[in-house]
């Protein structure tokens, strides 16, 4: 936890020169240290959509260089932009109607291409997809992005009870709808 405190210490650095005088280039240094892992939540909740990301990612960007001032330090400043992103996810989902790709196409670019990998992929995200709505914005910050609950009930505005349980559910549902694969990998290590 020592390198997450050196990192939060050094954005709050940033914050505080952002803040004195409007200082661009400590916000940009901001966005350089957080824009891929913003990009990435962005991404993930729209099933691969680079493009919707990438929008929402700057639209997020300019929404708390406006709010920068409201920024208490009360958590870390990476948490805090995940719940402006989160927002301006939801916001874009109601004011625009779009619909996310179900199909997880942008995903599997990124994994070996072995057809069981593949396979294992698919079935993850058609799994995660059966999910409440709840269960997979809460596994997406908890699992995926490593916020601990308390982060992810921040971001999502959610009670941490709420958050707990939905993480617990998920898990258990993920892992009985995933069993077959647990059974094939570990037979694999086995052998």
């Not at 941490?160 to 037979?187: M, Y």
């Amino acid at each position: 936890m020592a390198d997450g405190d050196a990192e939060a210490r050094i954005d709050q650095a940033l914050v505080a020169r952002a803040l004195l005088d409007q200082d661009r280039r400590a916000f940009e240094q901001l966005v350089r240290r957080h824009q891929g892992m913003v990009r990435a939540q962005l991404r993930r909740l729209l099933h691969g959509d680079e493009a919707a990301a990438d929008d929402l990612a700057q639209e997020s960007f300019l929404l708390a260089w406006r709010k920068l001032g409201q920024f208490r330090g009360e958590s870390r400043f990476s948490t805090w932009l995940y719940r402006i992103a989160y927002s301006c996810f939801l916001q874009a989902l109601r004011k625009r109607s779009w619909t996310v790709d179900e199909t997880g196409e942008g995903e599997l670019e990124r994994f070996p291409a072995s057809s069981q990998s593949v396979d294992l992929q698919l079935d993850i995200e058609r799994a995660m997809q059966r999910l409440s709505a709840g269960e997979q914005a809460v596994l997406l910050h908890c699992v995926q992005l490593g916020l601990s609950h308390e982060e992810a009930a921040y971001v999502l505005a959610m009670p941490l009870g709420t958050v707990k349980t939905h993480a617990l559910r998920g898990k258990t549902k993920l892992k009985a709808w995933l069993s077959a694969w647990q059974e094939t990998i570990g037979e694999e290590r086995t052998s």
